[in-house]
Every structure is written in structure tokens, then in C-alpha cells.
């Protein structure tokens, strides 16, 4: 079994974005981090960064994992995994 590099990306998001919650006073680097894996995950499945801050701003990253953002994310390409 593998895991596609997007997925993974999703999973990396998510650690990213823990990291940040964990360090309020907001650090420049791990946001910056967050932003640029960000666009990494749109550009790999070709959607637009603006369309799919739909899903990532209304994402449950306490409860939901990386492939449940992975899932909802190639849901706008109308991917079918």
C-alpha cells in the first residue's frame, strides 16, 4: 500500500498547523510553513488556492486526519480515489 503525495502533503498540513496552535504568539516561520504547503497541496491537484480555503478554514484538525482533508480537498477536482 502507498500513500499518494498529496495525501501525505494533507498530513503535513495538519502537523503544521498543531504546531501553531501550540505557539500563540504567532511565529512567522510555521505560518509561513503552513502557507507554503498550502499552495504545495493546490498545486499538485491543480485547484485554486482561494477555492480551497472552503474546506481548509472550516476544518475540524482536532478530530479529522490528513486523509479526511485529502478526501475533502479532491472532492473540488472531482477526483474519485
Same mark, same amino acid.
Given at each position: 500500500m502507498s500513500v499518494d503525495i498529496v495525501e501525505? &502533503?494533507? =498530513?503535513? =498540513?495538519?502537523s503544521l498547523i498543531k504546531d501553531i496552535e501550540k505557539f500563540p504568539i504567532g511565529l512567522y516561520g510555521l505560518d509561513?510553513?503552513? &502557507? !507554503?504547503?498550502?499552495?504545495?497541496?493546490? !498545486?499538485?491537484?491543480?485547484i !485554486?488556492?482561494?477555492e480551497s480555503l472552503k474546506i481548509t478554514d472550516n476544518f475540524d484538525y482536532k478530530t479529522k486526519t490528513g486523509t479526511d482533508l485529502y478526501l475533502e480537498l479532491i472532492k473540488l477536482k472531482g477526483v474519485k480515489k
Amino acid at each position: 500500500m502507498s500513500v499518494d503525495i498529496v495525501e501525505l &502533503s494533507c =498530513y503535513e =498540513y495538519i502537523s503544521l498547523i498543531k504546531d501553531i496552535e501550540k505557539f500563540p504568539i504567532g511565529l512567522y516561520g510555521l505560518d509561513k510553513q503552513r &502557507s !507554503d504547503k498550502h499552495s504545495e497541496i493546490c !498545486d499538485l491537484l491543480g485547484i !485554486d488556492k482561494s477555492e480551497s480555503l472552503k474546506i481548509t478554514d472550516n476544518f475540524d484538525y482536532k478530530t479529522k486526519t490528513g486523509t479526511d482533508l485529502y478526501l475533502e480537498l479532491i472532492k473540488l477536482k472531482g477526483v474519485k480515489k
